[in-house]
């Protein structure tokens, strides 16, 4: 895998026009794109569709929670409309339904959410979680890895402890990135892009950084830049 297959660029915008005026910006320098909430009701589905017709790879952030049996029909249906990631929260028969959804095909890989990094322990203390984040976040990838998931969505802060668990049988996402001299906004667990790669994440997804930039292409390639820094796996 290039350090440019790496990056993953959250597409967090109003309308579908905006996130293709934006990845025509961005041109070669990134070809994995996330579409989640903002514009899966107002045609982020066709736009999947569009992206991954032109070549690109799509990741669904649709963080299903619901009984197995729904999870299941759910990821069904994204299977057959063609996505590379899907998210699910990390509980047990949400995962299993998700798993079982997505049965036999080959493209589709289920991605657990771990801990979201927007979240602290003292987020987490409100809801009456006060489990210690990285042992929490390891449970959860634990679920993940026995229900048959492909990977997680964690923090750079608990990468390293999942990779030192569970090897290369997880893929590990890694949001909460943010180039140096960035602003954090929302996020709390964050990481540079070269930080999270050292740590043992797979694949960064990227959001405001990019795509609020003055120059999307030019923050995608420095941060592909800043991969391949750590990575020497290929130019591009
Ligand atoms: O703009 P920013 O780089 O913070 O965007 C990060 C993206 O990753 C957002 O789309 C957010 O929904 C997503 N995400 C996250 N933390 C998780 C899972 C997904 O920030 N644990």
């Not at 991954?52 to 999870?71: E, M, P, Q, R, Y």
């Not at 339904?97 to 203390?125: E, N």
Request: charged letters at 25%.
């Amino acid at each position: 895998m290039t350090p440019r297959e790496r990056l993953i660029v959250a597409l967090d915008l109003p309308t579908v026009e905006a996130a293709e005026g934006v990845v025509a910006r961005i041109g070669g320098a990134a070809s994995f794109y996330k579409i989640g909430y903002q514009l899966i009701p107002v045609g982020g589905l066709d736009l999947a569709r569009r992206l991954s017709a032109a070549g690109n790879k799509v990741f669904l952030d649709f963080k299903f929670h619901d009984i197995g049996a729904t999870v299941e029909r759910g990821t069904a249906s994204v299977a057959r409309l063609g996505a590379d990631f899907l998210t699910v929260h990390a509980e047990p028969d949400v995962l299993k339904g998700a798993v079982a959804g997505r049965g036999r095909d080959p493209r589709l890989k289920i991605l657990a959410v771990t801990v979201l990094t927007s979240l602290d322990q003292t987020a987490l203390a409100r809801i009456g979680l006060t489990t210690p984040i990285e042992d929490l976040v390891l449970r959860r990838a634990e679920m993940a890895a026995e229900a048959g998931a492909d990977g997680v969505v964690a923090s750079a802060r608990e990468a390293a402890a999942i990779r030192a668990r569970f090897g290369g049988a997880l893929l590990i996402v890694t949001p909460g990135v943010r180039p140096k001299g960035a602003g954090v906004d929302d996020q709390k667990r964050v990481a540079t892009p070269a930080e999270a790669i050292g740590a043992g994440a797979d694949y960064l997804v990227v959001g405001r950084p990019v795509v609020e930039a003055a120059d999307p292409q030019a923050a995608a390639k420095a941060i592909v830049a800043d991969i391949a820094g750590v990575r020497g796996d290929g130019a591009g």
